[in-house]
């Protein structure tokens, strides 16, 4: 089914539909991430999400630039996981309205899961550790 035909046969209005650009991240570049967009948006998405793997924003940036003017512009969806020294303000200002924080909760919450293995292993049982991390 393409993207048209499965936004005419969608149910509701509370269902939403963000084609995700991968142009920058397989170095096909601006000139194609934005026809992708074009296209995404003429078929019916209601958002785009742009990607990349750079470790400052830029190549974002210069696509929000381009893609602020379109005329049927959706709102934009970024995950800015490599470049992850950008403040969310600095996202907003380029006309991000979307910021998708994928796994950095997970990633946080290894070492303590760690610790929390290590400690179960060292006292054979869980109580004592559970009892430790949990005041709730």
């Known amino acids: 089914i393409s993207l048209s035909e499965f936004c005419v046969c969608t149910i ?3 269902i939403k539909i963000f084609a995700r650009i991968e142009s920058l991240i397989l170095n096909k570049g601006l000139d194609d991430a934005l026809q992708r967009a074009n296209a995404y948006i003429n078929a019916g998405a209601d958002g ?3 990607h990349s793997k750079k470790k400052t924003p830029n190549e974002v ?3 929000c630039k381009s893609y602020n003017k379109f005329k049927n512009r959706m709102p934009l969806i970024v995950v800015p996981s490599t470049f992850d ?3 969310e303000k600095d ?3 380029n006309g991000i ?3 998708i924080y994928a796994n950095q909760l997970i990633r946080s ?3 303590s899961m760690q610790k929390t293995a290590e400690n179960i292993l060292k006292n054979q049982r869980s109580f004592d550790e559970v009892r430790i991390n949990n005041d709730f």
């Open 109 to 111: 919450a290894i070492p």
């Open 91 to 93: 996202l907003e200002k």
């Open 48 to 50: 785009i999400m742009i």
């Open 61 to 63: 940036f210069a696509f």
């Open 12 to 14: 509701s209005s509370d």
């Open 97 to 99: 309205n979307i910021v």
């Open 85 to 87: 020294k950008t403040y």
